[in-house]
């Protein structure tokens, strides 16, 4: 996410400059890992990231097992009230990995062209 960077799904603000997640005037403490890892899916709206392609972005060159993602995304989960049978925002792609499925009612800001 470059600096300046801010997306807006639902009634959260995922703040890219202060690696912060708001929704409306509660700020929720996110572990890094977990922030990065809704980060890197939000930057990637609809597109199926991998469990390999997560590992790779977020734990480049440590050994890391699948429970820690899973960890990371019952984590984000319970911060965004989302559900794995009925997801709002993060969708579960069995044995591939997962899709950020909310639409994005803002654009990135400074994203677009000169």
Known sequence: MARGTTYTFADFVLDGDNASLHQGTTQHR???KAFAMLRYLVERP???????EL???LWPGIVVA??????CIRDLRAV????????RF????PTRGYRFIAPLTTPPQGSGSR
């Open 66 to 71: 699948d429970a820690t993602l899973t960890g």
């Open 46 to 52: 609809g597109q199926l990231v991998t469990k390999k």
């Open 80 to 87: 965004l009230g989302d559900s794995v049978k009925q997801p």
């Open 90 to 93: 993060i969708e579960t792609v």
């Open 55 to 57: 590992l790779q972005a």
């Open 30 to 32: 996110l572990r890094p």
